[in-house]
């Protein structure tokens, strides 16, 4: 059974930092570009973060560009989101899933996606 679990979410403050992971099971992780989007009340999705296997390159929302890092432990079949200097705009639920073409400027979309998890909630509140 293909299956993402994500885990890692919880309440930080302004400032802080929080590491999310992603459990694949049924693929192997290496094969396959992943990335992680969120979803605020209200607010549009938004793709976070994406990293290809072909070449490992990485792609980030410029919301999150240089506190944001996407990683793959592909001997562990899990992928990470190392998230530092968090706000408050941060606040979300992160998803990690698998797009079907590639880590293209709409590969977060809900018809671009192959796979995806139930979420971990973050909140970044003093």
């Known amino acids: 059974q293909v299956q993402l679990v994500e885990s890692g979410g919880g309440l930080v403050q302004p400032g802080g930092s929080l590491r999310l992971s992603c459990a694949a099971s049924g693929f192997t992780l290496d094969y396959y570009p992943i990335g992680w989007f969120r979803q605020a009340p209200g607010k549009e999705r938004e793709g976070v973060s994406c990293?290809?296997?072909?070449?490992?390159?990485?792609y980030y929302a410029d919301s999150v560009k240089g506190r944001f890092t996407i990683s793959r432990d592909n001997a562990k079949n899990a992928m990470y989101l190392q998230m530092n200097s968090l706000k408050p705009e941060d606040t979300a639920v992160y998803y990690c899933?698998?797009?079907?073409?590639?880590?293209?400027?709409?590969?977060?979309?809900?018809?671009?996606?192959?796979?995806w998890g139930q979420g971990t909630l973050v909140t970044v509140s003093s």
């Open positions: 990293i290809n296997s072909s070449d490992g390159s990485t």
């Open positions: 899933a698998r797009p079907t073409r590639g880590c293209t400027d709409t590969w977060y979309i809900h018809g671009n996606l192959e796979v």
